[in-house]
């Protein structure tokens, strides 16, 4: 997972569509024109090939940037990524779970509400909201309302996203 979006997809590491070092989307201000920081719900994509999200479907995560609106200029690259399961995570309405542009629930105004893509291995994610920052239950700002109703995860849930990624290393890489 790498949260220096904007490097990696300047870089064209990501989606790296018609290979690498291409830059074929990028992250411009956010519409609001204000830096957020604040909890968003991301919803997965059934369709991914993303490693990372593999039987999660629901993710609430922190977000803190000024640059996060995610953008292609190519009709082309966007129907690409839609296609062949580039998308992985989209910002979404915690009640229904589903992708949504309605504002603080898509902060920054992503195009087609795309929080986060991988490339075609699904092994390389880029996205903008931070699950390293939901490692521990109490991470979350609602930890002690769970707390007392008895819904707090033993660990933050964040953490599925990097338990993936080991999983796969020990079923593919050893």
């Not at 990501?14 to 990028?26: H, N, S, T």
């Not at 992503?110 to 092994?123: E, H, P, T, V």
């Not at 991470?139 to 996203?161: A, F």
Request: aromatic share 8%.
């Amino acid at each position: 997972i790498c949260n220096g979006f904007q490097t990696i997809t300047r870089m064209g590491i990501v989606p790296a569509i018609d290979g690498l070092f291409q830059q074929e989307v990028a992250l411009q201000h956010n519409d609001s024109g204000v830096f957020r920081d604040s909890w968003v719900t991301l919803k997965v994509e059934p369709s991914t090939t993303c490693v990372f999200t593999k039987g999660i479907d629901l993710l609430p995560v922190p977000i803190r940037h000024g640059e996060g609106k995610f953008m292609t200029l190519s009709d082309d690259v966007l129907k690409t990524l839609e296609a062949n399961g580039h998308v992985a995570v989209r910002y979404a309405d915690p009640v229904s779970g589903e992708p949504t542009d309605e504002f603080p629930l898509n902060p920054n105004g992503s195009q087609n509400q795309i929080a986060g893509i991988c490339d075609k291995s699904g092994r390389v994610f880029g996205l903008m909201p931070h699950p390293e920052a939901y490692l521990s239950p109490y991470n979350h700002p609602h930890w002690t309302h769970q707390k007392i109703n008895g819904s707090l995860p033993e660990e933050g849930l964040g953490l599925k996203m990097f338990r993936n990624a080991v999983e796969f290393c020990k079923e593919n890489l050893v």
